[in-house]
């Protein structure tokens, strides 16, 4: 993973192959990345190959993806791109991701010329703690667990994240609701690239969303007793934001069953909501 904005965006830089065939060279052993392939990555570089083949007036507004694999750290990721269509004001795109020979990944995307139309917005959540108010999340979750804050620090690298919710809410004897809200940025700034903001987000939406679905109960997320990953993930992007500017994070969780969290998320930027994301994935308990 990624440990700055630097080495976030040349993840990004995908040699195309041929019109409609891109490839991300894995991540050199001795970077100092973190040695595994995180959804959010491929979520982003996905994104940035629909982005290769659309014209330039098209601005995604949704995708749907599929994690089906793990990846393996340090194999080129291949992205082949479907142009499924290209309407007057929309094209849709369909882009598979693959590991020597094999799919790990699936997205359906969706682009759309900017238009003039009906505007309204949730509002922003009131009482929440202005970022600099809020310790990071780090050290959060690693008072709470097993785990060192250093650890998880380095874990996101690029995305400074501030935890915003009661910090009551990790106290294993109190009562506990399946929400958390969180700021994120990243850590530094970034180039003035619309495309390349939402790249960022769509890879933040997945640090922190299904950790929410284990919330009410008495575990550690992501530790020894416990597998995890992401199965599905949508995202709608709702308005542009800048994601080298704190955005807030909204997070609740509706349900856990048969070893499945589901989680949604509302992205807040300047008291608007700049993107909505939901997410299903695996919190299998391990004896």
């Not at 982005?51 to 995708?63: E, F, G, I, N």
């Not at 997205?107 to 949730?122: K, N, Q, T, W, Y």
């Not at 008495?218 to 199965?231: C, I, L, N």
């Amino acid at each position: 993973m990624p440990g700055s904005v630097a080495e976030f965006i040349s993840l990004l830089e995908l040699e195309q192959l041929s019109t409609d065939e891109f490839v991300a060279v894995g991540a050199d052993p001795q970077s100092g990345m973190l040695q595994r392939v995180f959804g959010g990555q491929v979520l982003a570089q996905a994104l940035t190959a629909g982005y290769r083949t659309v014209a330039d007036d098209r601005v995604a507004h949704s995708l749907g993806a599929y994690f089906l694999r793990a990846g393996i750290f340090g194999v080129p990721i291949s992205y082949r791109v479907e142009r499924t269509r290209d309407g007057g004001s929309f094209s849709t795109r369909r882009v598979l991701a693959s590991q020597q020979g094999k799919p790990i990944f699936s997205m359906v995307a969706s682009f759309h010329v900017d238009e003039p139309g009906l505007d309204h917005s949730d509002v922003m959540p009131l009482d929440v703690p202005a970022p600099e108010d809020c310790p990071p999340l780090s050290e959060v979750l690693g008072a709470r667990g097993g785990r060192a804050a250093a650890a998880w620090q380095s874990e996101w690298g690029v995305i400074e994240t501030r935890f915003a919710s009661d910090t009551s809410s990790f106290d294993p004897t109190a009562r506990r609701d399946a929400e958390m809200k969180v700021w994120v940025r990243a850590s530094s700034p970034l180039p003035d690239v619309g495309w390349l903001h939402q790249a960022m987000l769509a890879y933040a939406s997945d640090l922190t969303l299904l950790a929410v679905s284990t919330v009410p109960h008495p575990v550690e997320f992501a530790g020894p007793k416990m597998q995890v990953a992401s199965v599905n993930h949508s995202m709608w992007f709702h308005r542009p934001a800048r994601a080298d500017e704190w955005l807030l994070y909204d997070q609740v969780s509706p349900s856990a069953s048969s070893g499945l969290g589901f989680s949604f998320g509302r992205m807040f930027a300047g008291g608007g909501l700049a993107a909505s994301c939901a997410q299903e994935g695996l919190i299998r308990l391990i004896d």
